[in-house]
Structures are given as C-alpha cells and as structure tokens.
C-alpha cells in the first residue's frame, strides 16, 4: 500500500528558530516521485519542490532544505531561519510512475505557525 | 501573473441549485486537475484530464461532473449540492504524469 504519513499536525515556533517537518512514505515502487506544497491561509497550493526515487541528493534553495533518504523512507523538508510568512500547512505527496491515474498520495499536512 | 484562474474565488449556493467552477490556465499544460479540499484535510482528487481524457475518481459521486472544451479551460458542475460538498474546490495544471502541478487560487463553495 501506498502511503505518506506527516506525523506533526502542528509546528509552533518563534520567529528566526530553524525547524523541520517530518514526511515519512511507504511504497513498493522503485520507481516514484516525492513532492512539498505550502498553503498559505490564502488557499493555494504552490509547489516548493519535486524528487524522484533515484535522486537522493539533498536540495538547498535559499532558507529551504530537504533531505531524502531512502533508507528510512523519508523526505523531511527545514525551513533556516524561519519568518511569519512561512506561516502555511505543509504538505508531503507521493506519486508513482506506474500510476496511469498520476494520482497523488497526500499526507495529512503539517500546520506551521511562526510567532513573530 | 496567475497561471492558473480560478472563478468565482467565492460561490454561495441554495441546496440542490447546480453551480459551476470554472479554472484556466496559460501554461498549456496537458494535464487539468480538481479537487475537493475540506477543512484540515488534504486535497482529495475528483477527476482529471489528459489532454481531452477524461479520469474519474471510483469515489467521486456522480453529482459531480466536470467539461473541458478546450486546453485552457475545465469545469465543475455540481448538479444537486448538498451541504456535504461545501469546500474549498482547487484546479491544477501539470505538463505531464508526474511532474509538478500548479494549482489555481480555490473556489471556496458554500451550501445554504
């Protein structure tokens, strides 16, 4: 079965702390993509970045880092430095390249709260 | 600019009065996506589009219907709303299977 799990529901923080939201996946596939989206309280989705199974290199864009690894399963997103517009529900998605439906897994959403 | 538009952004609707969404896009992208987002959940997928392929969901009720006439633009129709299906209601866009998909700014639909 196919499955993400974001085990943190919600992430409360002071402003300029560091702090990492956790994506756990599971899938049999060799072969999937891993994906973040921020929600603002605005409503839209926008995308922050997009991994495939056999990329493990970890990404860095600007206060933003991502870490993969294969063997716990896990894509965990940091946000450096954290501001009051990084207020936004995180979400981690899954999808699979066998999927014709190019359907994707969400997890549940980390809400994340910076206090100024 | 948006690349993706969603109209109305609100949508107040009677019980039972079909309405319908609309979304385009400027990024002539194959794939055309909608979602049912409610509160606190993730956004759960009711059909899409691959080029004028139409998938729908095994649970997306048949209430729900959806058009794309065209590569920019796709609708949602909800033939008989219940207060059930008050949501916010997301359209996205991707160039293909499994890349990154840009979401419109959200109907958000409410049933009186």
């Known amino acids: 079965a196919q499955k993400v799990t974001q085990a943190q529901t919600e992430i409360s923080v002071v402003e300029k702390e560091d702090v990492t939201l956790d994506c756990v996946y599971e899938?049999?596939?060799?072969?999937?993509?891993l994906f973040w989206y921020k929600q603002p309280p605005s409503g839209e989705l926008v995308f922050l970045i997009r991994?495939?199974?056999?990329d493990e290199q970890n990404e860095i864009s600007g206060r933003y880092s991502w870490n993969f690894q294969k063997s716990t399963s896990s894509f965990n997103f940091t946000i450096t430095a954290s501001q009051v517009v990084d207020s936004a529900v995180y979400f981690c998605?899954?999808?699979?390249?066998?999927?014709?439906?190019?359907?994707?897994?969400w997890g549940a959403g980390t809400k994340l709260i910076i206090k100024p | 600019d948006a690349m993706v538009i969603q109209n109305p952004r609100y949508q107040v609707t009677q019980f039972g009065k079909p309405v319908t969404l609309s979304c385009s896009q400027t990024?002539?992208?194959?794939?055309m996506y909608w979602y049912q987002q409610k509160s606190s959940q993730a956004p759960k997928l009711l059909f899409h589009?691959?080029?004028?392929?139409?998938?729908n969901e095994a649970d997306t009720p048949d209430n729900f219907q959806s058009r794309r006439p065209n590569t920019s633009f796709c609708f949602l129709d909800i033939r008989s709303p219940g207060l059930g299906d008050a949501a916010m209601y997301l359209c996205?866009?991707?160039?293909?299977?499994?890349?990154?998909?840009?979401f419109g700014q959200g109907t958000r639909l409410t049933v009186v």
């Open positions: 996205a866009t991707s160039g293909s299977m499994n890349t990154e998909a840009f």
């Open positions: 990024l002539n992208h194959n794939v």
């Open positions: 991994r495939n199974s056999f």
């Open positions: 589009y691959y080029d004028k392929d139409f998938n």
């Open positions: 899938t049999r596939d060799t072969t999937y993509y």
């Open positions: 998605a899954l999808s699979l390249s066998m999927d014709s439906n190019y359907q994707l897994i």
